[in-house]
Each structure stands twice: as structure tokens, then as C-alpha cells.
């Protein structure tokens, strides 16, 4: 089997620094802004929790101390008294109860925070993606950007687990420092010469895992992808049928392998590393712990004081190894913020202009002016100097072969795109001077590759005027035009009907079904202009011939285009506009045309012979 020509996974990738970590910290305020938004109240409780935790491990050291010094005391009295003793004993216990108590509530206030944040940050990059123009969302590098603000949610929920511990530790440990510093500073010295070479260590190799993990972006996605066709009922017919399960699976197992083994590399080596730092870690422990033992002997320090510090030590070392790692963690996640960050805060095309209000009915209609277009990222005109007019409430039917141009033109009527050169009027306003919601208000669109949504018949339907969605009058109108009302009666839990394969109950429908409903789509709203591409082609031609009859029935005094290949349908139109490779080739009404011998007279003949 020939391998599929994958680029070297050494050629084209970007490397990021510890630096570039160091800097994404900035984020990290606006960050904990966003997180205390979503609720102040857990936040404040998470916090408080926090802080007083913070102190117990200094506490109940400090009393464990107390506690073996007052044995040891008593041991050595002839009328003992143990009232202190056990004074001491409650109060650790005390401690230790609330401590853990503390915990759960700082662990359930995380997880309810992170969940909600998870949640709001889901929704917000659902609403940035909208924003966004369609041409943004084709370009391959700007996809993998919204990829990686999608699908690092748990990332960012970590991090803020992880600064809080953070903030938590650092207290922590500065009131354990103060004890050490008060009875053996030295061990100090020993501790942090200890500790360094480990966080040296974790640092590197999280700023080499991370830029890792983004210069693979798109390949992680070709795999997301080949695991989905490759498991999935919607390609399964094909995938059996054309044999193509060891194509996909080969081609998934070449690409993961060779993800798998940089990332085998990495984790070994960090693993072997980070071993030898740590038994440095536990010498520096035994080193202290002789220091203090000497220490005890020579009588310098209590028994009492060697338990304490001998805790605080190893308290303290833990506390470090788990700061500093937490720290390396905290700036590779703050690297995945970075993402998210650059993601909400793009630059949305806007016109500076202020929008010129939409006329309320339309007078003149369209004009379209040497319009030249090419898609972004390709060099070659899909439209090369189209012009004519289109009147107001004439109803006009595209025709050109595959390829010609013809929904590229409506993507410009609708501004999915700006065109190269050229324009389109509206009553004598270029269509880019509109607000842009309001004037797609304006449209009752159905595209040829309209979207199936897994979602009820109703919610199908009302996806076409989202606000209606609870008005039964509107959604059996728009349904009955377009003669979707077939398919609703034939559903045993009728417009309430989950469609598709993919969640319970769901009923799948055929193709000319699906084309029935999107076009109730363009119904549900009374607009001015309406647009059918193609949403006949699924359809029988008595089918066709019916939804068109209707159509133009329910349009009067509408403009509409209207693009099908079926000429029963196209002649229906008061003119006919034909497309060739990206050119007006002829424009008139059907007799006129027919008068004429060009592409168009010659296809309605071939097709008018089909039917013979
Ligand atoms: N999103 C896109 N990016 C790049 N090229 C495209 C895109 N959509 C369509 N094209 C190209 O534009 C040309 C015209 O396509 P289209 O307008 O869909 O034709 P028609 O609707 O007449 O069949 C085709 O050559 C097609 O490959
Ligand atoms: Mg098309």
C-alpha cells in the first residue's frame, strides 16, 4: 500500500522557549478575573479555605513538638501532671479534623469552580467562533488556533487548581522557613541547593512537551479525523463498501506511532533525569537530618525541637518539589491560555463605516458590477467580471454547469466573502455599507449543502428563525410550504421527532426528506429575497415540480434566485441567468434563450430528449 506523503516531523516546527512560558503568565491575571466572575461566591470561600489551611502543617508540627517535649519532661518528674499534655493532644486534634475538613471544601469548591469556568469558556469560544468571518474559519492555521482553544479546556481548569495551591504552599512554607530559620538556618542552604537542579529539569522539559504538543496540532487533527471516519456510522456504508478500513487504519498507525515515539523519547528522559534529582533530594534530606542529630547529642536542641524540624524539613522539601513542578506545570498551561486568549481577543473584520440602514422595502433590486472573486489561500477567479441586474421581485433561476460559479455568487449576495474587485448594489448601496445581521435578516436562504442537525424536526425547522422556535403556527406554515409537512406526519412522535442516528430514539430520513425540511428553513421568516440552491436535487420531478409550483405561488412579489439543473423548474423563472466557468454567458428569459442556439437551448434540448 503507497504511505501517504506526510511531512518530516522535524521540518516546519516551531519551537517555544522557557521564555515564551514565562511570558504567557501574564495572562494569568485576566485569567483569575474571568474565573472570579463566574462565581465570586466560590471563589471568595475557595480562597479563605486556603489561607487558613495554609497554616496547619506549621501548627501541628509545632504541637507534635510541644506534645514529646512534655513527655519527655514528665517522664522525668516524680508527681506527674498530664493536664497539659492532653491539652496539647485535643488541640492537634483539632487541627487536624478542620484541617481535612478544609480540604474537601477547598477540593469540592475547585471542581465546582472548574466545571463552571469550563462550562462559561466553552460558551464563549462557541460565541467568538460565530463572530468570525467564513474565510477566517477556512484557513487551515487559524482553525488549528480555535482547535487548540477548544480542546484545552481541562488545562485551563488545572491551572487554576494548580496557582491556588500554588498561592496556598507558598504560605505555607514561608512560616515553615521562619521555623527553620529560627533553630538551623543552614538547612535552608541545603534544602534549595538541593532542589534546584530538579526544577531546572521540569522547566526544560515542559516548555519541550508543550511546543511538542503545538507543532502537531494539525496532525493530532488528521488523527481525531481518521478516528472518526474510521469508526463512525455516517462512513460506514462506504468504508465497507470501498474495503478502506486498512487505508485508514495504516494510515492513523504511521502517523500515531511516529507521535508516540517523540513523545516516548521526551517522557524517558525526563523520567531518568528526574529520578537522579530526586535521590540528590533525599541525600540532602539524610545530610540535615545528621546535622540535627549531631545537633541533639552536643544538647544544643530539644528532642522536641528535632521531631519539628526534621518534620519541617522533609514538610518543606515536599512543598518545594511540588511548588516547583507545580510552577512548570502553571507556565505550560499558561501557554495553553495563551491560546485561548489570542482566540477571544482576534481581530473581527469590521467595517469603520458607520452602517447605512437597510432600505424597509426594497425598491430598485441588485446590481452586480464586474464582481471578481478568488477564494482566499487560491490564486485561481472562481468569478471573472460578473455583471447584471437582478430587479426587485423578479425571480431569477442560475444555470451553468458544476463548477461554474453559481454558489460562489450567492455566497457574495451574502457576504460570506468580500469580493476581489467589483460589487453588489442594493438599491444603489454598495451591500458592505449594511449592518451585516440585519441585512441577512433579509434572506430566506437554503444552501445546497445545507446542515442536518441531529436535533427534533422542530428544532430543524426553527433553525431557520431561531426566535419562533416555540410558535407551532409558524413552524406548521413554513413546513406545509415546503411540503415538509409529508415527512412530519409519517414521524410517530411527529415535530417533536429526534432526527439522525447519533442520539436515542433518533429517526434517520432520507435525503429528499432532509431537502423538504431545509427548505421549510427558508420559510420561517417572511423574508424579502429569497435563495434556493439547489434544494430539489434529492426530489422526484413530480416532487421538484410541486415544490417549485408552490414556490412561486408563496413568493409573489418576492426577489428570489433560484439555482436546480432540472429545466422544468428553471423555466419557471422570469429570467435565466447562465453561468460558464466563471462568466455570464447568456441572460434572458426561457423563449428568448431557446431563440438563441447556445449552451442553454442545447442543455433544455438534451435534457427535454432524457425525458422522451
Ligand atoms: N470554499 C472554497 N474554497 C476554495 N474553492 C472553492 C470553495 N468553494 C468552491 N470552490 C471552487 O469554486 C468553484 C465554483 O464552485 P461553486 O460556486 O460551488 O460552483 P457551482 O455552485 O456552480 O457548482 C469550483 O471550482 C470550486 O472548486
Ligand atoms: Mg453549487
Avoid at 74 to 93: G, I, P, R
Amino acid at each position: 500500500m503507497a504511505k501517504p506523503p506526510f511531512k518530516s516531523i522535524t521540518e516546519n516546527k516551531s519551537t517555544t522557549s522557557i521564555k515564551d512560558s514565562f511570558q504567557a503568565l501574564k495572562f494569568v491575571p485576566r485569567f483569575f478575573k474571568e474565573i472570579y466572575q463566574t462565581s465570586p461566591q466560590l471563589f471568595f470561600i475557595n480562597i479563605t479555605a486556603r489561607l487558613i489551611n495554609s497554616i496547619s502543617p506549621i501548627a501541628i508540627l509545632w504541637l507534635g513538638k510541644l506534645i514529646i517535649d512534655e513527655i519527655i519532661h514528665q517522664v522525668s518528674l516524680e508527681n506527674k501532671d498530664l493536664t497539659v499534655l492532653w491539652k496539647y493532644v485535643a488541640l492537634e486534634l483539632g487541627i487536624v479534623i478542620a484541617s481535612d475538613l478544609l480540604s474537601r471544601v477547598i477540593n469540592l469548591t475547585d471542581s465546582l469552580l472548574g466545571d463552571l469556568y469550563s462550562n462559561r469558556s466553552s460558551e464563549k469560544i462557541i460565541r467568538k467562533s460565530s463572530e468570525l468571518s467564513i474565510s477566517q474559519l477556512e484557513d487551515p492555521d487559524f482553525y488549528d488556533k480555535l482547535e487548540r482553544a477548544r480542546s484545552q479546556t481541562v488545562r485551563r481548569v488545572d491551572l487554576m487548581s494548580n496557582i491556588l495551591s500554588q498561592a496556598e504552599s507558598l504560605i505555607s512554607m514561608t512560616t515553615l522557613i521562619a521555623g527553620l530559620i529560627y533553630f538551623a538556618p543552614v538547612l535552608i542552604l541545603i534544602l534549595i541547593l538541593s532542589i534546584i537542579p530538579s526544577f531546572i529539569n521540569e522547566a526544560k522539559f515542559s516548555s519541550t512537551r508543550y511546543s511538542l504538543a503545538r507543532s502537531w496540532t494539525s496532525e493530532r487533527r488528521e488523527l481525531d479525523y481518521l478516528r472518526f471516519i474510521g469508526a463512525n456510522n455516517q462512513t460506514a456504508r462506504e468504508v465497507k463498501l470501498f474495503g478502506l478500513t486498512d487505508f485508514i487504519a495504516e494510515r492513523f498507525r504511521e502517523l500515531s506511532d511516529r507521535y508516540y515515539h517523540v513523545t516516548k523519547k521526551l517522557a524517558i528522559k525526563q523520567n531518568l533525569l528526574g529520578s537522579i534529582f530526586n535521590i540528590l533530594g533525599v541525600l540532602s534530606y539524610y545530610g540535615a537530618y545528621i546535622y540535627i542529630v549531631l545537633k541533639v547529642v552536643a544538647g544544643a536542641i530539644t528532642i522536641g525541637e528535632l521531631t519539628f524540624l526534621s518534620g519541617s524539613f522533609n514538610r518543606l522539601r515536599s512543598n518545594l518539589q511540588g511548588f516547583f513542578s507545580r510552577l512548570t506545570r502553571i507556565s505550560e498551561s499558561a501557554l495553553y491560555l495563551k491560546d485561548y486568549f489570542d482566540f477571544i481577543d482576534l481581530e473581527i473584520e469590521k467595517s469603520s463605516l458607520i452602517p447605512i440602514p437597510i432600505p424597509e422595502k426594497i425598491q430598485k433590486g441588485f446590481v452586480v458590477k464586474d464582481l471578481h472573486f478568488a477564494y482566499p489561500g487560491s490564486r485561481e477567479e472562481v468569478l471573472k467580471g460578473v455583471s447584471f441586474e437582478l430587479k426587485a421581485g423578479e425571480k431569477m433561476a442560475f444555470v451553468g454547469q458544476n463548477g461554474a460559479g453559481k454558489t460562489t455568487l450567492i455566497k457574495l449576495f451574502l457576504r460570506f466573502y468580500e469580493p476581489t474587485s467589483g460589487e453588489i448594489l442594493l438599491d444603489g448601496i454598495n451591500i458592505n455599507r449594511f449592518d451585516i445581521d440585519e441585512y441577512r435578516q433579509r434572506f430566506g436562504v437554503i444552501f445546497q449543502d445545507f446542515f442536518r442537525y441531529e436535533f427534533t424536526l422542530r428544532e430543524n425547522i426553527a433553525v431557520g428563525n431561531i426566535d419562533e422556535i416555540q410558535n407551532d403556527r409558524t413552524i406548521h406554515d413554513a413546513a406545509e410550504k415546503s411540503l415538509a409537512n409529508q415527512v412530519i406526519e409519517a414521524m410517530t412522535l411527529g415535530i417533536e421527532q429526534q432526527l439522525g442516528r447519533r442520539f436515542s430514539n433518533g429517526q434517520e430520513l432520507s435525503g429528499g426528506q432532509w431537502q423538504k425540511i431545509a427548505l421549510a428553513r427558508a420559510y420561517m421568516k417572511d423574508a424579502d429575497i429569497m435563495i434556493l440552491d439547489e434544494p430539489t436535487s434529492a426530489l422526484d420531478a413530480q416532487a421538484e415540480y410541486e415544490v417549485f409550483k408552490r414556490f412561486i405561488g408563496l413568493t409573489q412579489g418576492k426577489t428570489s434566485i433560484i439555482i436546480s439543473h432540472r429545466f422544468s423548474t428553471v423555466r419557471m423563472a422570469d429570467r435565466i441567468l447562465v453561468l460558464q466557468n466563471g462568466k455570464v454567458l447568456e441572460l434572458g428569459t426561457h423563449e428568448a434563450l431557446m431563440e438563441n442556439p447556445k449552451l442553454y437551448a442545447d442543455l433544455f434540448k438534451l435534457q427535454a430528449a432524457g425525458y422522451q
